[in-house]
């Protein structure tokens, strides 16, 4: 997308498709501040400043999505201690919905285990609140590695560390594609990314 027309008309378009402004912001990698100025263009407002990243020429390919899984765990053990041979972590927390296939290959690669975290701003009830998946594996007790494609605000990776320890989870990590606000950690998490991404007004 090259315009902010065509993200106003993107974010309508999403909406009108029934999703949330929160699944509409992880579909955009966009701030939640950002999508609610994109469908309502409030009078005498400006738009925020933000940075859209449209990956999709890889994300949509399996086989370069692979790569980019790939990439990422290069990236976390290319800092960590030369002799270590033990997995990161055992259970990858995939974040919905961009993170869940990058979590699924790198959990196969470091023969862990696979949990989804479902963020509070892509639920829509009065008290909107985050919740790890009962389909997949359990974090009590365990060490985790996070995975997203973005961090935007960083709100939702503060979400997702309190989340795991408030359930007596140890985060290890957590690691991204893209990190748009050059965050080195998340409540003592270390983050690791691949790119960060500066806006330069």
Known sequence: MSSLD???GRARMLLGEGHSPGQIADELSLSMETVTWLLTQA????APKDVHIDWSAVSSQAP??????LMLLRRYYQDQDSEC?????EVVVGIALSGIPLA????VQEAAQLSIYHPAKQNQSEKPMGSISGNFA???GKRCIIIDDVITSGKTMHEVVKYLKKHNAVPVAIWVIF???GIKDV?????YSLFKISRID
Do not use: F
Not at 43 to 46: D, F, I, L, N, P
Not at 85 to 89: H, K, L, V
């Open 6 to 8: 065509d993200l106003i």
């Open 43 to 46: 009078k005498g407002t400006t």
């Open 64 to 69: 370069l999505l692979e790569e980019m899984a």
């Open 85 to 89: 041979a033990s997995p990161a972590a």
């Open 104 to 107: 699924t290959l790198i959990a």
């Open 138 to 140: 359990p974090v009590s």
């Open 179 to 181: 990190d748009k606000r």
């Open 187 to 191: 409540e003592g998490v270390p983050v």
